[in-house]
């Protein structure tokens, strides 16, 4: 080496600089730092995550360049982002199901409070991160995740396995690809399951980094057996803010419970409802007053006349109440948005038709916060 040439040790060294907020330790002791290669004052390596949804990325590589950049003698670095999604401890039972590295359940107590629209859009907003993501429609009552993404017909077979619909780079599998639209089906707890198994096993998923599963609302032996069935690696649980719902989760966080299957967080969904306004003419400062359901709602005129008030429709602290008494976090709060439901409408969900929008980067959010905690709960 010749003089002045950073030492690898002393990169090292300032790379352990760079804490793992959730991981709790610093990136070199959690072996993420890879391919060092110091060329006189060049220096580059590589940061491999626990996932590409990392919701501190952009810090890590910020961090890196400006630690490593500091050291004496170097001139320039180049950091890349990789990251190797971690596998659940399930995959490692015998009867795993090979290739799918974590199965998550996107659940709720009741019924209509969001479950299947959080499914599809989290799928999404994790597919757009760069990692691998299947949706599995398992609500064998109501399966509607083909409406939402606008598929129709059945699935190809190819041999003995059945290949999943593909599309915004999800593969999709769903209930409602097998049945006739507009007939009810009538499952009985052995059907239910060989139904979920075929799902799991015949299907072609390839190899994935997050398979995530649209359950059916409630907590009965349906979704007891289901969850049993499916080899969780953790589930999430979507809430409305109000107090009913809060009670309906309490069940459905007891029945996870029950089955060992981590609640890595609770999604609490139609939060306040934005409105925005102008009174024209205005001064900015003047006090607006809207009579809300539960009292006055106020706010004050901004530039230009503009103003914007948070209706909560559907309550508010749900969530809140829910993560104290069960310490189990909040992923997000996804507000209550007509985005949402046209997007659910049309086929083209909202993290799809305005990537760039407010509402998908709240699912963004929640994904990178769901994926941490999938790596820190696989690390642990
Ligand atoms: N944040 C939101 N803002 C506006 N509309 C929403 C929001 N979340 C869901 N919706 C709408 O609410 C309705 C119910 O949502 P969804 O079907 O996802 O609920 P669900 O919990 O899956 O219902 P089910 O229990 O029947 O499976 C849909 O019309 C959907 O578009
Ligand atoms: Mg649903």
Redesign the pocket.
Known sequence: MTTGTPEQAAILDALKGIQDPDLGKDIVTLGFVKNLVIDGGNVRFVIELTTPACPVKEEFKNQARELVGAVPGVTSVEVEMASNVVASNPLLAKDAVPGLKNILAVS?GK????????AVNLALALSQTGATVGLLDA?VY?P?VPLMLGLSGQPQVQGQRILPFEVHGLKVMSMGFMVKEDQPVIWRGPMLHGAIRQFLFDVEWGELDYLVVDL??GTGDAQLSLAQQSQLMGAIV?TTPQDVSVLDVKKAINMFRQVNVPVLGIVE??AGLTLTGNVHGAAAGTRVEMFGPDGPITTEIGDGGRFEVVLDVFGKGGGDKIAEQFEIPILGR?????S??SG??TGKPVTVAAPDGPIAACFRSVAGQLAARVSTVNMS
């Open positions: 709720s019924g209509g409070v969001g479950k299947s629209t959080v609500d109501g509607n059916p609302p979507v969904n139609m996804i507000p209550l948005d007509p949402v439901r659910g409408d």
